[in-house]
């Protein structure tokens, strides 16, 4: 099963060092999630080959441009497209309005329907339950309402012991990989527990980006395989990063340690560091299976257990 | 006297073959004027290494996306880079609204004056008049309302006769190049025809883009030295040119020839044509000075009298 992260934007508010501003796409089989969407996404998505046709969800955090001046083009190129199929889109509620009054300025009516989701909630809540995943708002701590979002995986079917798959007849495999007790022809029952084991573990991604650091989120990504966190400063600079609420790679690193997740992905960093390296080493020393995000790369959101985070 | 115009985006609407929407940047001396600006413009400019601090005025010619996505994310960029200069934006009236909705969203106050020109004419209007150019809107016929721009160099100062120089005091030069009469010490005068020649013709370059082909275009650019004229498609597909509100190569050329502009420029072209010659092509044999507009490519405004147009 794939499921993995591909970073777009890497960058913050100013764009420079020849990053671009933040978006990812999570992929789920064919399915792609678009995270925050900044100006010139769409030439990225193609530029890593990901159709936008697959889209069928997009999530926005704010409305600092860096996380949305991209949205307009890419749904303008979608509808140019031909596109037919319908788009959901989750943000804060006044990007409706934005999204109205420039499809109204351009006499622009979308061919395909565009179902807006408004996200403004005070504690997480369920955004999108299909049947691959779910995906729930994590609020964030930012100068803007800001939400991130956990992805997790529904959990798969039970697994048939090897052992024991002779004696299931085929027409009874589905029920018993659902948790149900085989019944014998003779009428006698086996117990489910007998015949299969736990499924595997639903992999889950959390998104969280721009925040500083929020006591309560620890509780709500615990245990996720990938992190993906803002590390806008180095501790060099905590003072402006508490005051333009931001988080330090360090606290971003004390979050994933807290929460116990299996790796960190950091990104939404400062145009004054050139060289990446001093956010690595300071988040490294607080949280050891960490990696840089960078732009058109691929990250697993879950990997076999032992095997190390960070080259790719 | 330095004045060339910068093509930064040759695409029509929909993003492909690697071409950039439109925007152009036309450079007088040190000031810098951006005309439209579709999505990934800063990062465009950043590479033709033009300083976002020099431009003064962006002239926007109508809300279809591919000429305007890029605002937001420049006008932002500016705001970070600390900019305290005011700057001047010329575009149709909703233009502001959408500005002003996207500044609300993210509590942006910005810290130079904006200064919004609303331009909505049915007849050419007078727009700006400084020290170096004048600029005239130059209303176009498509799908909304759409303006192209006339920027016209200021008359420079008469030119003194060389032969003549020495009997004019220095402190009356400025006086004589004005075209005032020379008083000598004794009373008598030398009137100003003697003594100077007319001064260079100012240059003109007029920007006419997206449009269909307009009977009184050409009386308002009569003569201009430079002419861009979008050439979304070959005569081949004059049919769509028609139903879009578009122009071909050929009528563009059409244009430029009554008109009896100095040398064309052609932009704007579909995504349907990777090789472009085929546009070329076709307004070569109507009209001889033509180019295609490239990436990142300069295009001198005025030439030495008899110059050929074309490579740069």
Chains 1, 2 share one sequence.
């Not at 052992?163 to 990989?177: D, M, N, W």
């Not at 029952?189 to 573990?201: R, S």
């Not at 992905?265 to 300071?282: I, M, N, V, W």
């Amino acid at each position: 099963m794939r499921f993995e992260l591909i970073t777009l934007g890497t960058g913050a508010a100013l764009p420079a060092q020849g990053r671009s501003p933040s978006a990812q796409v999570l992929c789920l089989e064919e399915s792609l999630y678009l995270i925050d969407c900044g100006e010139g996404t769409q030439e990225r998505l193609r530029m890593a080959g990901l159709s936008f046709m697959r889209i069928g969800h997009v999530f926005i955090s704010h409305l600092h441009g860096d996380h949305y001046f991209g949205l307009m083009g890419l749904l303008s190129t979608m509808h140019l497209l031909g596109r037919t199929r319908e788009l959901h889109l989750y943000g804060p509620p006044p990007l409706k309005a934005i999204i109205d009054l420039q499809l109204q300025a351009s006499a622009t009516w979308l061919r395909f329907p565009l179902h807006f989701h408004p996200v403004q909630d005070e504690a997480p809540m369920l955004l999108l339950e299909d049947e691959k995943l779910t995906v729930t708002s994590l609020p964030l701590r930012h100068r803007l309402p800001t939400t991130g979002f956990l992805f997790r995986q529904r959990p798969g079917p039970r697994r048939l012991r090897p052992e024991r798959i002779a004696e299931i007849p085929h027409y009874q495999r589905a029920s018993v990989k659902d948790g149900r007790d085989l019944v014998r022809d003779d009428g006698t029952t086996v117990p489910n527990a007998e015949l299969t084991t736990d499924p595997a573990p639903p992999a889950a991604y959390a998104y969280c980006s721009d925040t500083a650091p929020r006591a309560d989120l620890a509780s709500w990504i615990r245990g996720v395989d990938l992190l993906y966190h803002e590390a806008t400063f180095t501790q060099h600079l905590a003072a402006r990063a508490r005051e333009t609420m931001h988080s330090t790679a360090a606290q971003a690193a004390a979050l994933a340690r807290e929460a116990g997740v299996g790796a960190l992905l950091l990104g939404h960093f400062s145009s004054r560091y050139k060289d990446l390296t001093p956010l690595l080493a300071e988040a490294s020393a607080v949280f050891a299976n960490v990696a840089l995000s960078q732009e058109g790369h691929r990250y697993p959101v879950a990997r076999p257990e032992g095997e190390k985070f960070g080259r790719d």
